[in-house]
């Protein structure tokens, strides 16, 4: 709904930006990069390729710039979907990014 804007309100803050970058040179081998400024905290890492899912990877803190290389051997590439689930100290809040291989 249309409201008339209030000249005293606050703008909204900027949103916040992943932290993630993907490197596919490998598909069965993609490398997960924290480009962001701030560690990632309790970082948890699940996959789904439509058939039976294992059990999550606990990767803890992710610092800035730190890459990890995620395993996806017996996983159908083709078909899977890779969820990261972490929290950002700045708001103890929990956030959560999918992307396809």
């Known amino acids: 709904m249309l409201r008339p804007l209030d ?3 606050l703008p909204p ?6 932290p993630w970058r993907v490197l596919r040179n490998d598909p069965e081998h993609p490398i997960i990069v924290n480009d962001g400024r701030d ?7 699940f996959h789904d390729d439509g058939g039976a899912t294992g059990p999550p990877q ?3 803190q992710v610092l800035p ?8 051997c017996a996983v159908d590439t083709d078909n899977a979907t890779v969820t990261l689930a972490w ?8 956030y959560v990014w999918r992307f396809v291989v």
Request: a negative charge.
């Open 65 to 72: 710039a730190e890459q990890i290389e995620l395993c996806l």
């Open 13 to 18: 803050p900027p949103a916040y930006r992943v």
């Open 58 to 60: 606990l990767w803890g």
């Open 7 to 9: 000249l005293t309100e």
């Open 87 to 94: 929290f950002r100290q700045a708001d103890g809040l929990e």
């Open 39 to 45: 560690s990632a905290d309790l970082v948890r890492v």
